[in-house]
C-alpha cells in the first residue's frame, strides 16, 4: 500500500507570510494528489485536486505542485481564514490514502 | 446544493453494533460513488469504505475488513454503513462523502460526520 508522509506536522506563521507543506508519496502517484483544509469541528474541505487544480470558489492564494513522489501545497500569504489542518490525499479508484496532516498556526 | 447529512452515530460498547445513514440531496445520487471517511479524536482523516454508484462494488479498509458493510438505498438517496463487532479504535467522527465522476477515489463534497464512541 502506499503511505503519504507530510511535513511539517505542525507550522508556526504569522499573517502574510508565505507557507509551504510538503506531502511524499511512498512511490510515484502520477499527479492523483489532492489537498484539504479542516478547522476545528468542521468537515475538510477541497482545495486542490490532481496535484494543481484549484477547486472551484477557493481562493489563488493556495496553490499546488509536484509529480511522482514529492508535491507542495503552497499559501502565498497567509490570512486570518487559514489557519487550520491541512491534509493531503492520494486517490484513484481502488486507493484512498491521507497523510498525517499539518496544523497550521498562529505564531 | 449538494447535502450530506449523517445519522445514527452514539455510544455502544465494546463489541456491539451501529448503523450509520446518510440521506443524500441535490444531486442525482446514483450516478455517484460514495465513501465514509473517519477521524478519531484528535487524530487524522481515514478512509472506511467505498461504494460504486450503482452498488455493486465495494472496498473495505483492512481495519474494519469483515466487520463493516457498506450499502446504498438508490431509491431513497441514501447511504449506510452497519458497523459490527466494534472496538475501542472504532471510536470516532464518521463522514459521509462524495466521489466525484470524474476522479475515481476523489472526495469533493462532506457531510458535517456523526460521532461514533465505543466504551464500556
Known amino acids: 500500500d502506499i503511505q503519504m508522509t507530510q511535513s511539517p506536522s505542525t507550522l508556526s506563521a504569522s499573517v502574510g507570510d508565505r507557507v509551504t507543506i510538503t506531502c511524499r508519496a511512498s512511490q510515484s502517484i502520477s499527479s492523483w494528489l489532492a489537498w484539504f483544509q479542516q478547522k476545528p469541528g468542521k468537515a475538510p474541505k477541497l482545495l486542490i485536486y490532481?496535484?494543481?487544480s484549484l477547486e472551484s470558489g477557493v481562493p489563488s492564494r493556495f496553490s499546488g505542485s509536484g509529480s511522482g513522489t514529492e508535491f507542495t501545497l503552497t499559501i502565498s500569504s497567509l490570512q486570518p481564514d487559514d489557519f487550520a489542518t491541512y491534509y493531503c490525499?492520494?486517490?484513484?479508484?481502488?486507493?484512498?490514502?491521507f497523510g498525517q496532516g499539518t496544523k497550521v498556526e498562529i505564531k | 446544493e449538494v447535502q450530506l447529512v449523517e445519522s445514527g452515530g452514539g455510544l455502544v460498547q465494546p463489541g456491539g453494533s451501529l448503523r450509520l445513514s446518510c440521506a443524500a440531496s441535490g444531486f442525482t445520487f446514483g450516478d455517484y460513488a460514495m465513501t465514509w471517511v473517519r477521524q478519531a479524536p484528535g487524530k487524522g482523516l481515514e478512509w472506511v469504505s467505498y461504494i460504486s454508484g450503482g452498488g455493486n462494488t465495494k472496498y473495505y479498509a483492512d481495519s474494519v475488513k469483515g466487520r463493516f458493510t457498506i450499502s446504498r438505498g438508490n431509491a431513497y438517496n441514501s447511504l449506510y454503513l452497519q458497523m459490527n463487532s466494534l472496538r475501542a479504535e472504532d471510536t470516532a467522527v464518521y463522514y459521509c462523502?462524495?466521489?466525484?465522476?470524474?476522479?475515481?477515489?476523489?472526495?469533493?463534497?462532506w457531510g458535517q460526520g456523526t460521532l461514533v464512541a465505543v466504551s464500556s
Open positions: 462523502a462524495r466521489e466525484s465522476l470524474t476522479f475515481g477515489g476523489l472526495i469533493v463534497n
Open positions: 490525499q492520494y486517490y484513484n479508484s481502488y486507493s484512498r490514502t
Open positions: 490532481k496535484t494543481s
